[in-house]
């Protein structure tokens, strides 16, 4: 399942305006009790008025949150805050888990007992999301399958958990009471039972994700760097979305491309992409994740060690850094020299024997096997060993330089 777009949310538009167009008419709006009354909920008891103002409030920043740190034209622009808003978006939705549970808990205790469709739509969700969103934050506990998975899950239950939500406000705003109606059926559960159905829900979920992780990862029997994927399309499959800082995502003529080589460097040098493509090729598999939550499983690279490649330049010895510019202009990142000379780190210029997508950084990008994606500088086209570290892209927003995965846990 791959990513969901935050285009679905203009399938919203006609439920809203539905909506107005109920709340507007006037015969309805005297008929049924408005939108004031349905928040206040006077035979409710204080604290659970107050939850359910607060689950409304931390259910709509939550949905703005998320499709913050989602969108990437959004992130562009949200980079440097875009720290404080995951660890706003990990911190509110634990607060709105605790919320429900105190609400759901206490809901024995009403006159009128809960809704059968609003306990089991929304406990069940909300876990969901629960269940998915700590799977993503801890990003280096799970298994990385199930980072790929809980990642699109996430997004699938918000919208579905947001379309009940926007249901559930209509039928209660129009107090839609039909007795022995099924929308109208309530619980009947005992704490116990109530207890043991949260218990099993969220085995549930992390079944769930454990099983369609495991259908996702390819057979280790079969091995081999080629197994995975053969063609254009399988190769793309690997990242179903693209990210650019600028917004731009530039396309390099394979043939006018020259990679310079320079700074404290014997002799700076340019190389063709065939000259590059001619020395000995590295090929790894490794895990991308990116700090904003979304993990590609088992990436199978291949470039040019960049070790090797600054042999034919040949490092000074002053040099201690080596600074990986984009061709877009902007983007720029570094490593150590020791960090830069770890089996693995190079240069890649395809996926699965399939040159890299335009997108994702054609002819060649950075990968460094261990470190978050933002290390990853696409479509590098010039890189210079310095004496003093270069300030990375995201490091220039706050983000570790030494991007060790798990580094980076905003919030804790
Ligand atoms: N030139 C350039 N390289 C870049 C970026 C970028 O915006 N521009 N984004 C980085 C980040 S934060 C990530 S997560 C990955 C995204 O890789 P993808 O677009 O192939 O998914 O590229 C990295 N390299
Ligand atoms: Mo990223």
Redesign the pocket.
Known sequence: MSVPSPVYLWGLVPLGLLGIGLLAHKSLAVRWPALGDWLRRRTWPWTLRIVHVFLLASFIVLMLSGVAIYLPDLH?VLLPWLQTIYALHVWLGTAFLVALLIALLSSPRLVRRVRLVDWTLVSAGSLFLGVSGYVLWFDTTFPVYWNAIAFGWHGWVAYALLAWLLVHGFLRTFSFQRSGHPLNWRVDFTRRRFLSMGVSLVGASFGLLGLAGMRRRPDPTSGGVDSMATSDAAAQWA?P??????GIYPEIDPVGFRLSIGGLVEHPVTMRLEEIRALDPVMIRSN?????G?S?PDVPWDGIAVEALMAHAGVLPQARYLAFY???G??V?CLSLQQARVRGVMLAYGIAGEPL?G???FPL??VVPGM?????????DRVVATAEPVTG??ERQGYPADAYLGSVKTGF
């Open positions: 562009a990242f979305e693209h990210y650019s800082y600028t991308f994740h990116c700090v904003t979304w590609v984009s061709a877009d902007v983007y990142d997508p997108r994702g950084g990008r950075l978050y994606g933002y290390k990853s500088v696409k479509w590098v892209t995201w």
